[in-house]
């Protein structure tokens, strides 16, 4: 990793080794920056006040081996990223306005992405994990994470059962809780619908109702202007002097017809004129037609005003036009149908939730079976690591239990309570010698016990669902001697199998790393390329010697520090 500008370091580069890398140095000087820095690698929260004072930005960039065909590697080459031979390249940067931008390959990446890739590639464990493992859904979770497919497999039918049963309830629960509402809302569908019904508009009657209705009431003026046309064009029979348009016409086109041979442009407008009397004529029928057919029946005219004051009266309430009354009638009945149906619906919905809890009832025995028989290998297991952590007498349990609730599930004969994850309340107890009770780790552990519970528990978990990164931030906070050596062996047989990076200030532990890295600060108070060192032979002594007795030339903890490296190397 190359670390830049990043709380008390400027520009730092750290090689974490395969196997047991041990990360120390005084205090402050900078050794969670380490774990910091993967932590951003992996998706963690950038915050920007982690952004050296007078840098605009810090920048944290990684080289990670990858397992050919792992998860990891498809994951990252379908969101476009590049392999350099089996690595791949991260980078995380953060703003000191609080700006973050991560790269995977080469490729700008959501953050998100990182922290998909962090679950498979590393474990992180620091003092806040610590106080995580003391929560009882933490412990359920690494209870489950141990059992593997026997939880997983039913936990995943039990978690789709779960939400389809909570659909289901806030369903059901809306539709009696509004049943009131929608009795109100169908009513008043229903009296639209008959309203509407009664009157049977049909497509359009309102606009031709409106123009029959302006005819009616101008009939006489209507008939008095054909008649007058009429005679304009066709003449009066009453009156034998009156000159009319199909007469003058008829005269216009007799003088042209005596002469029209002798000039075509003349003959094309004889030809015209005739067409005109052709029109007159025809003109003059429909006129005359009109006038016999128009009704001037005033019943007819009330009829139609009495008729649109109907139509009217459904347009006020229900549209603007009768179209639009005609389409509120089809979704008034189409809602109806629906509303009408939710008595079913609640039949069926009920139906469904009463055997959805009976198949939750199943699944969450299921799990509670699975567990408990998890659990008693897991504690089993454990209870064998602290033997190995000079915790000899300890034992460790789960307590595997439940809640009882009247509006619960039914398990073992019991309804009990029951949540997303099943219905099982998980608690971590330990009994630290013979003839303690078993009490949660929470009120029972101290301290250093804690630190072995987890770094056991981590060990197990190691043999059954492995990753390739163990990264602890001094876990082994509040142990010392004994304890601490055998912390040192455990984690070192831990780096067999997995690469290991442990920020430490015992040397008890630090001796056994295969790798030592020290931290240093400069005069100026920052940690620079040369403050993050490889430490080999005398200046791994002398390291081990100030952490022994805060003196590197002590002479008694040199011999120490040599003892322990040779205790470390025979072990190995």
Known sequence: MRIRSLGVIDDAVVELSPGFTAVTGETGAGKTMVVTSLGLLLGGRADPALVRIGAKAAVVEGRIALRPGSSAVLRAEEAGAELDEGTLLVSRTVSAEGRSR??????????????????????????????????????????????????????????????????????????????RERAQEADLLRFGLDEIAAVEPLPGEDVELAAEAERLGHAEALASAAALAHSALAGNPEDPESVDGATLVAGAHRALESVRSHDPALAALAERIGEVAILLGDVAGELAGYADDLDADPLRLAAVEERRAALTALTRKYGEDITAVLTWAQESAERLTELDGDDDRIEQLTAERDGLRGELSFLAQELT????????????AVTAELASLA????????????????????????????????????????????????RPIAKGASGGELSRVMLAVEVVFAGTDPVPTYLFDEVDAGVGGKAAVEIGRRLAKLAKSAQVVVVTHLPQVAAFADRQLLVEKTNDGSVTRSGVTVLEGEDRVRELSRMLAGQEDSETARAHAEELLATARADG
């Open 102 to 179: 991560a790269f995977l390959g080469g490729r700008s990446v959501p953050v998100g992405l990182l922290a998909e890739l962090a679950d498979e590639l590393v474990a992180v464990h620091g003092q806040t994990d610590q106080q995580g493992l003391l929560r009882p859904a933490r412990q359920r979770e690494a209870l489950d994470r141990y059992a593997g497919d026997a939880v997983a497999g039913p936990l995943a039918k039990y978690a789709g059962a779960y939400r389809r049963l909570r659909a289901v309830a806030v369903e059901l629960e809306e539709l009696i809780t509004r049943a």
């Open 369 to 380: 079976d699975a567990r408990t028989e998890a659990a008693a290998r897991f504690a089993e």
């Open 391 to 438: 915790m000899p007498h300890a034992r460790v349990s789960f307590a595997v239990g439940q809640s009882e609730d009247p509006e619960g599930v039914e398990v073992g004969g019991r309804t009990v309570a029951y949540g997303p994850t099943g219905a099982d309340e998980v608690e971590l107890l330990l009994a630290p010698h013979p003839g303690a009770p078993a």
